[in-house]
């Protein structure tokens, strides 16, 4: 049976944007796979969460759960104070849990990125493990009456739509914020991302789009003439390129830093996935028309991205970018693996940009050229309708108890539930917000729309929290009302 450590490994501070929020940092046994009795046994591992109960009403208070996503739990830990200032209103236990196969969660260690272990990597896996997790750690915490309301943002939004649909009898809603749940079941337009993108961009300035269509369209004559040390120069490369190969890397390195500032177009400068000053997008197009010689001028907008400290001489094109089976990015390091092999799996990135709908170069991403990148790298072959059929696609009105929060600067939230499809599946649209920006602590910088969209969402979660707690009296009062049964009144039967 699963079980958490009970002391904490280490109790850590961070300062979030309006108090200080002590977590432990636990382990918990977690099952290696939870749908397969022979291939590992009972075989577990030690999967990290931290937790807090600074606000906590013991064993009354609701639980609120981060469904963690794609990286270190620290990092969404610390950029997600919306859910302690809720919880500080709701009097909540805050559980931020770690997803398999990143931060520390690596079920073989060192080994977990090597085929076949590689293959217990799937959303049905880290799902069951938040399930265990959750159930179990209300027993040993003397909360098994506390509702749940798991939290999320991204890829994590999406477990959260998930955790609600596969697990309602342990979830009892779901705040998902950013979550493209209908691009990645490859449901709409695949040059939908990269044209939000730059319209990010051109709501700014058109002529800021104009500079950035010019740069790569003079990166591109360099490249068919071979002008490579050129190229060199003007992009301040360790090395100069040699070959289309290096000019595609060099496209895709570009074009990711495009996509991070848009995501990240947060009205303060953060430190989250990196370093960003604030109003991103608007630094940008003020470096891309503050000269005539718009391939420095480029260079210098990746800069913000990629040398945000000033202390690289010069830019390595594999290592700070790599390209993978998914277009807008799988980051660097151990993580980007896990990603790369879940994108190669059941989530579904085919996104391309291709210079008529967008302001980048053409650079498709089929679903053929999954496919082969992805037998390639991991011997696999995506399954392109999974996530339709067991993660319910667009068929979501029977669902309940779910927000779908996005902001339109955001190039993800297209991708995800925009519309109200009931009156408990709600639609929150923040004007002028960016990634997941109303999981993210107040901030005196805030647009209006994200503290409205905070409200609502305060609002409904509470009244949640209230409606599971009848729930669950009424069926205890059901459990253990004394009942005569209609058997015990009707004549006796011979045999």
Not at 269 to 280: D, V, W
Not at 335 to 344: E, M, N
Not at 367 to 374: A, E, H, I, S
Request: with cysteine; aromatic share 12%; glycine share 8%.
């Amino acid at each position: 049976m699963p079980h958490a450590s009970t002391p904490p490994i280490c109790p850590c501070a961070f300062p979030g944007n309006m108090t200080v929020q002590q977590f432990s940092e636990r382990y918990f046994r977690q099952t290696v796979d939870h749908f397969n009795f022979n291939s590992m046994g009972n075989g577990t591992f030690s999967q990290r969460y931290l937790i807090t109960d600074k606000y906590w009403m013991e064993g009354y208070g609701p639980i609120f759960f981060y469904t963690g996503n794609e990286g270190d739990i620290w990092e969404f830990a610390s950029n997600a104070g919306f859910i302690a200032e809720l919880a500080g209103q709701l009097r909540a236990l805050v559980i931020f849990a770690e997803h398999r196969y990143y931060g520390r969660s690596l079920p073989f260690g060192t080994d977990s990125f090597g085929v076949p272990q590689i293959g217990l990597l799937t959303v049905e896996q880290a799902l069951a493990d938040y399930a265990v997790m959750i159930r179990e750690l209300k027993q040993q915490l003397g909360a098994a009456d506390c509702p749940v309301i798991v939290f999320g943002g991204s890829y994590g939004g999406m477990l959260s739509v998930y955790m609600r649909l596969k697990y309602p009898n342990l979830v009892a809603g779901a705040l998902a914020a950013s979550a493209p749940v209908l691009s990645t079941a490859g449901l709409g337009d695949s040059a939908q991302f990269f044209r939000d993108v730059t319209a990010d961009f051109e709501s700014i300035a058109c002529e800021c789009t104009d500079a950035v269509r010019g740069a790569f369209h003079q990166l591109r004559e360099l490249a068919q003439h071979q002008e490579y040390s050129r190229i060199q120069t003007q992009f301040h490369l360790c090395k100069p390129p040699s070959s289309a190969e290096d000019i595609h890397q060099l496209n895709g390195m570009l074009r990711n830093a495009f996509t991070m500032m848009a995501m990240l177009d947060y009205p303060y400068s953060t430190h989250f996935m990196g370093n960003m000053p604030a109003n991103p997008v608007k630094v940008a197009c003020e470096t891309m028309l503050s000269g005539p010689d718009l391939l420095s001028s480029l260079r210098n907008t990746a800069g913000i991205v990629y040398n945000s400290t000033g202390l690289l001489s010069c830019f390595d094109l594999y290592s700070l970018f790599v390209e993978c089976a998914d277009p807008t990015g799988c980051g660097l390091g151990p993580d980007s693996l896990a990603w790369d092999y879940q994108a190669c799996t059941e989530i579904d990135l085919c996104y391309e940009s291709n210079n008529v709908t967008d302001m980048f170069p053409p650079m498709a991403f089929t679903q053929r050229d999954r496919q082969l990148y992805c037998a390639k790298r991991w011997a696999v072959v995506p399954r392109p309708d999974w996530l339709k059929t067991q993660f319910w696609g667009d068929a979501l009105s029977t669902a309940s108890n779910i927000i779908f929060s996005n902001g339109d600067l955001d190039p993800w939230a297209n991708g995800g539930v925009r519309k109200s499809l009931s009156s408990s599946l709600i639609a929150v649209n923040i004007s002028g917000g960016a990634h997941h920006l109303d999981l993210r602590g107040s901030n005196d910088a805030d647009p209006e729309s994200v503290i409205n969209a905070r409200k609502t969402e305060a609002d409904l979660i509470a009244q949640w929290v209230k409606m599971e707690r009848t729930r669950s009296q009424r069926s205890l009062k059901s459990t253990y009302s004394p009942k005569v049964s209609r058997l015990s009144k009707s004549a006796s039967w011979s045999i």
